[in-house]
């Protein structure tokens, strides 16, 4: 795959797509926590996805093998893979699908934080560093607006969590022995 330093139109649309996919998603978790634990729901779909991807895998014929030097990094990445999604169906439980929404997205700000101090090509530079302020304004708001029916501040805490647990997860996969495995392999885990 031919890799970009800018981003194109198909992969602005790709990604808005995705975007709305995903806002989709909270909904349904919203809706779901009404009739089951939040933290159940959480594992329930995790053990789904693993036997989906394992199914994906033995069709594909790519086989399913941790590498020597990988297995920390790899169980790390799982533990907070975990964590997002327990902070997230939490959030999800407590606080309002939009206020959830714009908090735990919050995760590409965060990951570049954590790229500054951990990959050395990836520095925040005064414009980026106005961008990621501009994000995070917009954070602070969603998190200090306490409208009556809003959701509790537990909820938003939550999903502030989901969004460092996420960065991390993407900066463990970017910047730790794990980023020599395949994406799916990487996803198993």
């Given amino acids: 795959m031919e890799r970009k330093s800018q981003i194109d139109t198909f992969g602005a649309v790709a990604l808005t797509g995705f975007a709305f996919f995903l806002a989709f998603n909270q909904v349904v978790i919203k809706v779901t926590n009404g009739g089951l634990q939040p933290v159940f729901f959480a594992g329930l779909r995790s ?74 090509n990836d520095k925040i530079t005064p414009v980026k560093a106005v961008g990621l302020a501009f994000a995070m304004s917009g954070v602070a708001w969603a998190m200090l607006s306490r409208n009556s029916g809003a959701g509790s501040i537990w909820g938003d805490l939550a999903a502030l969590g989901g969004a460092l647990g996420w960065a991390i997860c993407a900066m463990l996969a970017k910047a730790s022995p794990l980023s020599r495995v395949r994406p799916e392999i990487q996803l198993f885990w």
Wanted: hydrophobic share 60%; charged share 10%.
């Fill in 47 to 120: 053990a789904g996805a693993v036997v989906c991807i394992w199914m994906y895998l033995r069709w594909r014929g790519i086989p399913l093998r941790f590498e020597p030097g990988t297995r920390l990094a790899g169980f790390a990445a799982g533990v907070f893979f975990g964590f997002q999604f327990l902070c997230l169906f939490v959030a999800l439980d407590l606080t309002t699908v939009g206020r959830s929404a714009v908090i735990f997205y919050s995760m590409p700000v965060w990951l570049a934080i954590i790229a500054h101090w951990v990959m050395p």
